[in-house]
């Protein structure tokens, strides 16, 4: 257009909400390496048959891409009520679970719903940077909670927070992401009672990661219990982060209030027909999961017996440490990127992460960390 001229705008430049500037979008900077273990992600593909059958299912849906998809994604949540029910323990229905485009979608949403401008909700940090961010861009106010100088939730000092900032929400991460350890049911529900006693209070269980877990879900724990919410998703055991499904079970009153809150059709018809192909072969992808589970112990005992400190882990992931000095866990990231291998720097000091891989990845972060310790004690 004559007379338009090019101007650098910046994003503080455009009239953005005040809570909003100087802060920058979440991601974990991704390298092209031989080998990478920094996203949590699952390692191993979808078997060929899942892979069939989701082109089965989604070639379904796609003769009637005409039309809206089922709003309430019915037959999915009945579906993943039943893969809860028969895994965690506890009987829930259609009407206690509801599902979205991620658990970041299902956080979103309950932010949407319990939280919000004039209303703040509660972490235990080092935890899912995600809480917080949702929080900020659903207008809720954001409490950085208190844990031990060992990753557990300070339950006195926990309570004692709740107690004085009165949050309309409460995020419990368990197995906690990035430091790996799992909560207690006891936590849970002395957090859920305090929480209750200043005023009532959602809170809600993050669960993403439960299904590499030790222990057992703490989904029996929403019995009697209307303002506890457990949230899911399928982007890590079920080997499907492509997908973007998360999942919650609740009281069916949540699942009533969150449909306030929800865009309309907001699962595609697509994103519903792979869901419930990968949940037909919920055992195969279960499979998957002990493999890893036992190369994540794996992990746990080589770096200890290298003389890493390391986090008790109930996830896919391990913490591993502790790097004295300024600056030494990233110059430790960069010297085992340098030997082809990506792990996660994520700002918890001193310590670095590693997802468990294959065996044939999880052999080439151990090699070159025994090399790392060779050339330090030389």
């Not at 590499?212 to 399928?234: A, C, K, Y």
Request: hydrophobic share 40%.
């Amino acid at each position: 257009m004559e007379g338009a001229h090019h101007v650098n705008v910046r994003i503080d430049d455009l009239p953005v909400r005040d809570e909003l500037r100087g802060k920058s979008p979440y991601g974990a900077p991704q390298l092209d390496v031989p080998v990478r273990l920094n996203t949590n992600e699952n390692p191993y593909p979808l078997p060929e048959p899942l892979v069939e059958r989701i082109a089965e299912r989604v070639r379904e849906a796609a003769r009637d891409l005409n039309r809206y998809p089922d709003r309430d994604a019915v037959e999915l949540r009945t579906e993943l009520a039943r893969y809860l029910t028969r895994t965690a323990g506890h009987e829930v229905a259609l009407a206690n679970v509801w599902a979205a485009n991620g658990s970041n979608e299902v956080i979103q949403q309950l932010l949407q719903t319990f939280g919000g401008p004039g209303r703040t909700a509660i972490g235990f940090e080092p935890s899912y940077s995600m809480h917080g961010l949702i929080a900020r861009g659903t207008g809720t106010g954001w409490i950085s909670g208190p844990r031990h100088d060992d990753f557990t939730i300070d339950v006195a000092a926990a309570t004692e927070a709740i107690a004085e900032h009165r949050p309309d929400v409460v995020f419990i991460t368990t197995p906690n992401n990035p430091t790996g350890n799992a909560v207690s049911a006891e936590t849970v529900l002395a957090l859920y009672d305090a929480a209750q006693a200043a005023k009532p209070s959602m809170v809600v269980i993050d669960e993403a990661y439960v299904e590499f877990s030790h222990g057992d879900s703490l989904l029996p724990l929403i019995e009697g219990r209307p303002n506890l919410v457990v949230s899911r998703t399928m982007s890590k055991a079920f080997g499907a982060a492509g997908l973007r499904l998360g999942y919650l079970a609740a009281d069916p009153a949540v699942v009533d209030a969150v449909q306030l809150v929800r865009l309309p059709y907001h699962l595609s018809a697509v994103t519903q027909a792979t869901a419930l192909a990968a949940l037909e072969h919920t055992d195969t992808l279960l499979g998957y999961v002990e493999q890893l589970k036992a190369e994540r112990d794996r992990l746990v005992t080589e770096l200890r017996a290298l003389g890493y400190e390391v986090t008790d882990s109930d996830a896919n992931f391990v913490q591993f440490g502790r790097f004295d000095g300024e600056g030494a866990a990233h110059a430790v990231w960069q010297r085992i990127l340098d030997r082809g291998v990506l792990v996660r720097d994520n700002g918890v000091p001193g310590w670095l992460r590693v997802s468990a891989g294959t065996p044939a990845e999880n052999d080439a972060f151990l090699d070159a960390v025994r090399e790392l310790k060779k050339e330090q004690s030389a």
